[in-house]
C-alpha cells in the first residue's frame, strides 16, 4: 500500500472529499447523514493516497472551543490516519488559541474506541429519535394537511428507555471532549 500525505484541503479536493465522507458514514450511526457540497470550516485537513482524499477532519473554533469532524475512509482505517489528522489539528487548533476540542458523535463502537484512545472523555449525552415508519411518525402528527411518513428528533436521554420502547432507531449522540492544555494520554 502506498504512502498517504497530509494536507490542507483545496476546492480540487471536493469531488474526492465527498466520496470519502458517504463512504465513511456507510458503516456507520450516520449512515444516511449525505452531504452534497464541503462545507467551508476554520480547519479543513485531508489525507491524500494515491490523488485521493482517504480521510479528513474539519473543525470549528468558537473562542476558545474547537468542533472537529473526522472521517476515514473504511479501505484505509487503522493506519494511523485519524491520530495524524487529530495530531496536526490540536497542534494548529491551540495555536489559534483554542484551549479545548470536542466531536459529537452516536453509537459506533470503532469510533468510541478511537476517541477513548485519543484522550477524549464524554462529557453529555442526548438521544437521536428517527420516526421510520408512517406508525411512528403518526405520533407527531398534528396537522390535516401533512402526513408524515419519517422524522427526525432530539430528545433528554432520561426519556431512553420509553424512547427505544417506541422507535426502532434511537441513537445516543455523545459530546467527546479533549483538553488542548495537557498532553492527550
Ligand atoms: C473513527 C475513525 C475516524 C478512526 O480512523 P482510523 O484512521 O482508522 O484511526 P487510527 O488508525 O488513527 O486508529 C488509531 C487507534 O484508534 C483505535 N481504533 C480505531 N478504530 C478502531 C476500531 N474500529 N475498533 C477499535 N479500536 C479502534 C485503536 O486504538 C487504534 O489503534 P490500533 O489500530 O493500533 O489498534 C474511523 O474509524 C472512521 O472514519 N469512522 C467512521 C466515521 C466516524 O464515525 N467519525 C467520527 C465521528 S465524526
Redesign the pocket.
Known amino acids: 500500500m502506498t504512502a498517504w500525505t497530509l494536507r490542507d484541503h483545496t476546492p480540487a479536493d471536493e469531488p474526492s472529499w465527498l466520496r470519502c465522507r458517504v463512504l ?2 456507510l ?4 449512515f444516511d447523514d449525505v452531504a452534497t457540497r464541503k462545507p467551508s470550516r476554520d480547519l479543513e485537513l485531508v489525507a491524500i493516497d494515491n490523488n485521493e482524499v482517504v ?1 479528513l477532519l474539519d473543525a470549528s473554533i468558537d473562542g476558545t472551543d474547537a468542533t ?7 479501505d ?11 495530531d496536526e489539528a490540536c497542534t494548529r487548533l491551540a495555536a489559534r488559541g483554542a484551549l479545548q476540542v470536542d ?4 453509537d ?4 468510541l ?6 484522550g477524549f472523555v464524554e462529557a453529555m449525552r442526548y438521544l437521536h429519535v428517527y420516526a421510520s415508519t408512517p406508525q411512528e411518525a403518526a405520533a407527531f402528527a398534528d396537522r390535516s394537511d401533512l402526513m408524515p411518513r419519517s422524522g427526525f428528533f432530539h430528545a433528554w436521554i432520561e426519556h431512553e428507555d420509553t424512547l427505544r420502547a417506541e422507535f426502532q432507531r434511537v441513537h445516543i449522540c455523545r459530546q467527546f471532549v479533549r483538553s488542548l492544555e495537557t498532553p492527550a494520554r
Open positions: 465513511g458514514f458503516d456507520t450511526a450516520y480521510g472537529i469532524e473526522t472521517i476515514v475512509h473504511p484505509h482505517r487503522r493506519r494511523g490516519i485519524a491520530r495524524a489528522l487529530l466531536a459529537w458523535t452516536r459506533d463502537d470503532g469510533t474506541a478511537w476517541y477513548d484512545a485519543h
